[in-house]
DNA sequence: GACGAGTTGTAGAACGTTCTCCATATAACG
DNA sequence: CGTTATATGGAGAACGTTCTACAACTCGTC
């Protein structure tokens, strides 16, 4: 009430929690305690701390909110956000945020190493609440590491024996499965799985359980003890031209099975290019039922996995843990298929 | 048990500035003076702190210093994650951070106002050092307001007389003249353009900048001086709906310039499915030269604006900015036709 | 030797929250 | 009326940085 106080108001602009106290005549503690609805707090006393909040337009600092405690900001690390899978397992995460008071912020480490540490780092040094890890590289050793340090959910990381952290997948194993099932029960018999050749490729990854579980449905069919599969590059030049050396084989296969619709897809296209007709030549079954896989001009053939649902259980194991859960869990998805033409001439779709 | 508990003052195991600090044996003023190489320090205490910065592994609380300084890390936000554009634009700000010591955190507001104002409020909560907007619903006072708080750089937002604010974008006229003058190139003269329906569409929209372009470059074509402009609608069930209608229309035109990829190929789907030969009975043309548009399969004429390039360019801007620019930038880009069999038979791609 | 100028390092006050005590007021009980 | 329990509000110490003063020391220079 003094001449500090008339001075000081000439300060930042900034309403913060003491603004807030001052204007609704209480003290600092007393908002804070009605922001975090704590214990002690009267009728009377909350609903003229939150008139006041609610005239002055009051947000809280998420920076000094993290220094201290919770921030309410769960972050989202994406490996790769060209894959179109993975936009799916964000709608997913948003989807269940909304509601409530946590944000999702997203970080995307293009597939390196390096890049995802630091982003995993940097989201940790800002006090998030959790991390949704999608499709991580990192071992699982340096990610119990972190999990110490901050609640951590992996999607499409198959580690059932981490106890740090939950995983959530689809089985893909079993997916990998049904794709072989489904051109068994077509009467394809010559088939062969084309898969991600990538250095960094550990077992926990999901090309790795796809390819075993392609292995397993083969064997299990009487198809030898050990099918073929084909490695396709990541980069754009090697991509294509294996792909092409793949379709002019002369031993070419009857029907192959596609790790990801991203790679069938464009499979599909230097078929057609290259006058392999589909499925008549061969039949091509891809993984992710990427929407682009649903376009009556691609009309491929699909695992579908939804990522969608995918990313709303992972959120919500998320949540459930910072809320103070510590037993680990290991969630599984049954993915499905979705015929298309790419398999057969009575796909599910418009066939001319 | 309990001593241990006693001499556990140690508490948390992070490292702190002050642990180096004491590592080192300076003041923890110091350690700050050399992570911000600011004036003041010489060779020798540089080297000690930085030897125990290495030695302790010590990395500095991005929470701390968003609620003193800056934070280094830079808001981009985006309205749409399943728009395949979107993620050049990204790939193109990773790629201009990636060196520098800032990182970008992602944030998704699937078109609604509401999440985007509270996006962005969280990114200045956050204390970040900046934003990248991409086609921002918020009308331009507002943005002018948040940029008060906040340097913003806003992609793909016509809005060339903000000066709080800084505008990248593809000229949207332009591209769609160029549209035009190919269809008019090819001889067709029976053109329509295919838009967006969305209620809130302002005049900064990219969309509505390409229908200005389209009626410039039809009126100079002598094409009437109202060209017809139909409205897609957004969400799923109505959008094919309204497509097929199109195409089937008697009076259905000769060519149609499609305000995004996104929506020309679902429409060369359609077409396909319902008998209509394009380019023969209908030539289209997109916008964007998403990846999907050049598969074979597709082969969608499009134009392309760089979306890695506006990612490029909106970055060093921004940078520029928190850096000390006050006065506005306006940067446009010059987009470009890539011809494909959706226009003509002679597209630059294979033609059977 | 006194004085300024330059250089190098430090103390300590912010920043805006959370949250643990602690103080006070009121109610309950004997 | 004491005494004790219980409900309510507040003081103030963190949290880990940044950054402004300022202290201390070294050189020249007059």
Redesign the interface.
Known sequence: MSIEDKQKPQRNDRVTIRTVATHAGVSVAAVSKVMRNAYGVSDALRARVTDSIEALAY??????R??RGR?F?IGVLLID??N?FL?EV??GV?GVL?PSHY??????S?ARVQ?ET??I??MI???MDGLILVAPRLPSEILAKFAVQIPIVAVGYHDASATAFDTVNADDQRGAEIAVEALLACGYRDIEMLSLGERQGHAVSVVRQREIGFRRAMQRGGLGSSPAIGKIPIASPKREEAMRKFLSRKDRPRAVFCWSDLDA??L???A??MGVRVPDDLAVIGYDNS??AA????NLASIDQSGRELGQVATRALISRIEGRTASEHIFQIPSLVSRNSLTRSGNS?DR
């Open positions: 947000r809280p600092s998420r920076a000094a993290g220094l921030s900001t956000i060209r179109p936009p964000i709608a948003n909304a944000q999702a912020m997203i970080g995307v293009d890049l630091s982003l780092e940097s040094d800002y006090k897809i464009t599909l296209s230097l057609m290019e929407p682009t376009l009556g001009l691609v418009t």
